[in-house]
T-cell receptor, first 114, second 109 residues
Framework: KAGVTQTPRYLIKTRGQQVTLSCSPISGHRSVSWYQQTPGQGLQFLFEYFSETQRNKGNFPGRFSGRQFSNSRSEMNVSTLELGDSALYLC?????????????FGPGTRLTVL | TQLLEQSPQFLSIQEGENLTVYCNSSSVFSSLQWYRQEPGEGPVLLVTVVTGGEVKKLKRLTFQFGDARKDSSLHITAAQPGDTGLYLC?????????FGAGTRLTVKP
């Protein structure tokens, strides 16, 4: 089976812009979670989607949003980008979802905000 | 302040040495996971421990969950260069998952 895929792998944006990141889970996995990883804060949970519904949400501002499609693919959107949004954004899928107990991570999208 | 404190932050050792990394918290978790992350990749799940006092072995890696389910350790025997990476612990409660900042391990040949 192919692993979790994320596109794009690298992205450079400027402050104030918005960005959309995409994640395709492992085939058959219906739960998708998103994380932000920075050197200062480490890995932080953003949100989880299962069957097109947001199940859980971390402590991030409303500028961070997401959605899931009927084929379980998910997108994450960040509006009005700030310098501090520069990070590695990781997506993970769960075969026995919903839940965070057994996750397979993708390689991430590295976002740089200038 | 991290909910989960990992120590040491950095560890550089020679091939063949043993090492232990720690993951400590003041909070109780229903389960705890260890991941290894290599540069340019996402974390890969190594183990999940659920029961207080539980010990799990995965080849040269030994994982222990504290009796009170607040802390955990990872011991690597006879480390190899392939063990190099960022080791992350994560505590889970229902739908909440918190990660430690990680221990960056370098094993020199």
């Amino acid at each position: 089976k192919a692993g979790v895929t994320q596109t794009p792998r690298y992205l450079i944006k400027t402050r104030g812009q918005q960005v959309t990141l995409s994640c395709s889970p492992i085939s058959g996995h219906r739960s998708v979670s998103w994380y932000q990883q920075t050197p200062g804060q480490g890995l932080q949970f953003l949100f989880e989607y299962f069957s097109e519904t947001q199940r859980n949400k971390g402590n991030f501002p409303g500028r961070f949003s997401g959605r899931q499609f009927s084929n379980s693919r998910s997108e994450m959107n960040v509006s009005t980008l700030e310098l501090g949004d520069s990070a590695l954004y990781l997506c993970a899928s769960n075969p026995s979802g919903p839940g965070l107990n057994e996750q397979f991570f993708g390689p991430g999208t590295r976002l740089t905000v200038l | 302040t991290q909910l989960l404190e990992q120590s040491p932050q950095f560890l550089s050792i020679q091939e063949g040495e043993n090492l232990t990394v720690y993951c400590n918290s003041s909070s109780v978790f229903s389960s705890l996971q260890w991941y290894r992350q290599e540069p340019g990749e996402g974390p890969v799940l190594l183990v999940t421990v659920v029961t207080g006092g539980e010990v799990k072995k995965l080849k040269r890696l030994t994982f222990q969950f504290g009796d009170a389910r607040k802390d955990s350790s990872l011991h690597i025997t006879a480390a190899q260069p392939g063990d190099t990476g960022l080791y992350l612990c994560a505590g889970l409660n229902l739908n909440d998952m918190r990660f430690g900042a990680g221990t960056r391990l370098t094993v020199k040949p």
